[in-house]
């Protein structure tokens, strides 16, 4: 303890000068410092232990071909000339098109069973679907015109503008994304509907164009390709195609004699890792799993 005042009152000098008081280091003070940041430097300059890097979380790339397994089918209403599709918390969501036969559609899963309809007027015909922020966005094909729904009830709530055709929609979580046939598909702020960007879609330097129905998954957009059937997977940021995806089979045989009653209808549920397929006027719905095509054991559909 006395040692330790012994320090204390030997840091200083305390000298008086113009009435300020002047701290002026004392030998032992200096001596101190010096061990003290001796120490130090040493702890600085000492090597860490190496600590492992932190890489975040990616989606492994699929493989550049891909076939499909069926994992369970289900009825889909053949009246449907479906055009949009989406599943949320256990219901899907429709969009079904054609001039005096548009709707829009609250479905039950398991059993096709139309829960809830809403008729769009005869002068519309109905093309994408998709859901943000428990609001359904519907496009209408050479109208130029789009719907904003409520999720829960289908009421309309507004009406929108656009430029193009309308053909397929899905979203980021942020904007939405709109396909109008050709290679091009542009994002749209959903409060001003004003395009925000867009991108040119290619595979091996050559434009894809029919880009139809929608469906962003895990970070990138999957895309019909219209009188297919041929599923591309497109990475956003650059609009290169990353995956082909063959559905050859998957087409019912009753609507293989009409040429428009093609895949069209997306739908990837994020909570279940579940993905689903159908057509237009196709009767049945199909939960699917994406393999490596040289694994792929296509059932065809009854």
């Known amino acids: 303890m006395f040692f330790g005042i012994f320090i204390f009152l030997n840091w200083t000098t305390i000298v008086k000068m113009d009435k300020k008081t002047v701290f002026r280091p004392s030998l032992l003070w200096i001596i101190l410092i010096a061990t003290l940041i001796g120490g130090l430097t040493s702890c600085i300059l000492q090597p860490k232990e190496p600590q492992a890097e932190v890489i975040p979380a990616v989606p492994e790339p699929l493989p550049?071909?891909?076939?499909?397994?069926?994992?369970?089918?289900?009825?889909?209403?053949?009246?449907?000339?479906?055009?949009?599709?989406?599943?949320?918390?256990?219901?899907?969501?429709?969009?079904?098109?054609?001039?005096?036969?548009?709707?829009?559609?609250?479905?039950?899963?398991?059993?096709?069973?139309?829960?809830?309809?809403?008729?769009?007027?005869?002068?519309?015909?109905?093309?994408?679907?998709?859901l943000?922020?428990?609001?359904?966005?519907?496009?209408?094909?050479?109208?130029?015109?789009?719907?904003?729904?409520?999720?829960?009830?289908?009421?309309l709530l507004s009406t929108f503008y656009y430029q193009t055709q309308g053909w397929g929609l899905t979203t980021d979580g942020t904007a939405l994304i709109l396909s109008d046939g050709t290679n091009t598909l542009y994002w749209l702020d959903p409060s001003t509907?004003?395009?925000?960007?867009?991108?040119?879609?290619?595979?091996?330097?050559?434009?894809?164009?029919?880009?139809?129905?929608?469906?962003?998954?895990?970070?990138?957009?999957?895309?019909?390709?219209?009188?297919?059937?041929?599923?591309v997977v497109i990475d956003p940021q650059d609009g290169s195609v990353i995956s082909l995806v063959d559905l050859t089979g998957l087409r019912p045989e009753q609507n293989s004699a009409m040429q428009g009653e093609v895949?069209?209808?997306?739908?990837?549920?994020?909570?279940?890792?579940?993905?689903?397929?159908?057509?237009?006027?196709?009767?049945?719905?199909?939960?699917?799993?994406?393999?490596?095509?040289?694994?792929?054991?296509?059932?065809?559909?009854?």
């Not at 290619?202 to 129905?213: A, I």
């Open 193 to 231: 509907m004003q395009i925000v960007q867009q991108v040119n879609v290619s595979y091996q330097g050559q434009p894809v164009e029919y880009l139809n129905e929608l469906e962003y998954i895990n970070g990138t957009i999957f895309a019909n390709i219209y009188l297919t059937d041929t599923i």
């Open 132 to 155: 943000l922020q428990d609001r359904l966005y519907q496009l209408t094909w050479q109208e130029n015109t789009g719907f904003v729904y409520d999720a829960s009830t289908l009421e």
């Open 64 to 130: 550049q071909n891909l076939g499909y397994e069926i994992l369970n089918t289900f009825p889909h209403d053949p009246g449907c000339y479906t055009q949009g599709l989406v599943i949320d918390d256990g219901v899907f969501y429709e969009s079904c098109g054609l001039y005096g036969q548009s709707s829009l559609r609250k479905v039950d899963p398991a059993s096709g069973v139309v829960q809830d309809n809403i008729e769009l007027d005869p002068n519309f015909f109905a093309e994408g679907l998709v």
């Open 263 to 302: 895949l069209n209808g997306i739908a990837y549920d994020d909570q279940s890792d579940k993905l689903y397929l159908t057509g237009k006027n196709w009767p049945n719905l199909y939960e699917i799993r994406l393999v490596p095509q040289t694994t792929a054991t296509q059932t065809t559909p009854q």
